[in-house]
């Protein structure tokens, strides 16, 4: 069975930052590509950014220049680096991963995390 685990999601002051960590344990193989979501309060869950076993990635465009997404494919870890936290980043961020091929936007993936958290205060 695949878990997806999150961790890293907090309260912090907006200019601050967080590193949020993904890990994907059990039977997982041929990983194609593992994304951030998030999910703000009253709004539909949003591509962060995505990142392909190839190391392509992909921005939504509030969190290019902040935001570094990263994977350690050893390990079967995706990280969010967050910088410059803004008070509109506050969600709860989920990863995601798919083990076939779709394109790199493609909201299609075959395993979720429980989501981490982030609040970020004025």
């Known amino acids: 069975q695949v878990q997806l685990v999150e961790s890293g999601g907090d309260l912090v002051q907006a200019g601050g930052s967080l590193r949020l960590s993904c890990a994907a344990s059990g039977s997982i193989f041929n990983i194609n590509a593992m994304g951030w979501y998030r999910q703000g309060p009253g709004k539909q869950r949003e591509l962060v950014a995505v990142?392909?076993?190839?190391?392509?990635?992909n921005y939504r465009d509030s969190v290019k220049g902040r935001f570094t997404i990263s994977r350690d494919n050893a390990k079967n870890t995706v990280y969010l680096q967050m910088n410059s936290l803004k008070p509109e980043d506050t969600a709860v961020y989920y990863c995601?991963?798919?083990?076939?091929?779709?394109?790199?936007?493609?909201?299609?993936?075959?395993?979720w995390g429980q989501g981490t958290q982030v609040t970020v205060s004025s």
């Open positions: 990142i392909t076993s190839g190391g392509l990635t």
């Open positions: 995601a991963v798919r083990t076939f091929w779709r394109p790199l936007l493609s909201d299609e993936y075959n395993y």
